[in-house]
């Protein structure tokens, strides 16, 4: 009894160890630290007095299980801070139960940890989110309008991803909901492919129906707080900005990324008057999260806004409407690229 007692309370508490070192170092909350640290304390004290007995008994060189080979086991070479993250979790939550079964631990302390890991897999779905729009510079907005087939206009947008857009937000004012998720299902298998991020705009539940990143909502859809109650936490959700209140009260409801313009006049727009410069420089000194310049960004405009220091950009016409579409994106890609040196030295 007491070697089965002895080797769960070491296997409890490392994994104890391993998640509360990630919530310290990896997610900075001193909250959920502290919770698993309380935990983890409450554990080794409640066999304290068993100490010595525990230590005796145990026998690790004649333990059969020892070898026994773990066919799931993660590879420490390979395993990501999310299945460290699962993998302990799981190992502790085990060896609560048998500290119960065996030790008569009281079940507070596994049923405060189901609670912790629900609570530590959101702030994962969030980390990741930025992790995601972390390196991704260059934003494709889709607009099929001028096309003469849905042929002509995929085949395009696939070759913008395969030449190297980041992002691709389906934007289709002008087609009807079954067009736009027949697109939306093309799109997202080259996205997945090729390692960019899938938006689509305004629409929540073609989002869902073709299983995009995210959506781009504009000041004049439904507000954050709603989408967000609608997508969960998993989702990316930006929003479309024109002066700094806007940014301002994106980044209170908990946009993970904001559109900033249009900077320049756009036909996209043509009846919205353009932030222009003045709004870029402001975004570029007081936005904490990732955000793209957008409205008539081109090869010969974005030397003018990456100066201003904007490191991210959104373009329809620049890469829908060129005539050499996988040079047009590593120009753009290349300019981003020499702009975001220039600003780290």
């Given at each position: 009894m007491n070697r089965i007692i002895d080797a769960n309370l070491n296997r409890a508490t490392e994994a104890l160890r391993v998640l509360e070192e990630?919530?310290?170092?990896?997610?900075?909350?001193?909250?959920?630290?502290?919770?698993?640290?309380?935990?983890?304390?409450?554990?080794?004290?409640?066999?304290?007095?068993?100490y010595d007995e525990l230590l005796f008994s145990r026998n690790t060189q004649n333990d059969v299980g020892a070898n026994i080979e773990n066919p799931t086991k993660l590879s420490r070479q390979n395993a990501s801070i999310e299945q460290i993250f699962r993998s302990n979790f799981k190992r502790l939550e085990q060896a609560l139960r048998v500290l119960s079964e065996y030790g008569n631990l009281c079940d507070d302390f596994r049923y405060k940890i189901y609670t912790i890991e629900k609570k530590m897999n959101e702030r994962f779905k969030m980390v990741i989110k930025k992790y995601l729009l972390k390196d991704k510079n260059l934003y494709l907005v889709t607009n099929s309008d001028n096309f003469s087939s849905d042929?002509?206009?995929?085949?395009?947008v696939a070759l913008a991803i395969k030449s190297g857009v980041d992002i691709v937000q389906l934007r289709e004012k002008n087609k009807p909901a079954s067009k736009i998720i027949e697109y939306g299902k093309v799109i997202r298998q080259l996205c997945s492919e090729y390692g960019a991020i899938f938006i689509v705009n305004d629409r929540i539940d073609i989002a869902q129906i073709v299983?995009?990143?995210?959506?781009h909502l504009g000041q004049d859809d439904v507000d954050i707080k709603h989408a967000r109650e609608i997508l969960g936490e998993k989702m990316i959700i930006g929003i479309s900005t024109h002066k700094p209140s806007d940014?301002?009260?994106?980044?209170?409801?908990?946009?993970?990324?904001?559109?900033?313009?249009?900077?320049?006049?756009?036909?996209?727009?043509?009846?919205?008057?353009?932030?222009?410069?003045?709004?870029?420089?402001?975004?570029?000194?007081?936005?904490?999260?990732?955000?793209?310049?957008?409205?008539s960004i081109d090869e010969n405009t974005i030397d003018e806004v990456t100066s201003c220091g904007a490191k991210r950009v959104a373009l329809v016409r620049?890469?829908?409407?060129?005539?050499?579409?996988?040079?047009?994106?590593?120009?753009?890609?290349?300019?981003?690229?020499?702009?975001?040196?220039?600003?780290?030295?």
């Open positions: 990630i919530a310290r170092f990896y997610f900075d909350d001193k909250v959920l630290s502290q919770e698993l640290k309380v935990i983890r304390h409450g554990v080794c004290n409640f066999f304290d007095n068993k042929e002509e206009f995929l085949d395009k299983k995009a990143d995210g959506v940014a301002i009260e994106a980044v209170r409801a908990g946009a993970d990324y904001i559109g900033v313009g249009p900077v320049y006049k756009t036909p996209t727009k043509p009846n919205r008057e353009p932030a222009g410069l003045d709004y870029l420089r402001w975004a570029v000194e007081n936005v904490s999260i990732p955000f793209y310049a957008i409205g620049a890469i829908m409407y060129s005539k050499d579409v996988a040079t047009t994106v590593k120009t753009l890609k290349n300019k981003l690229s020499f702009s975001l040196r220039n600003f780290l030295h």
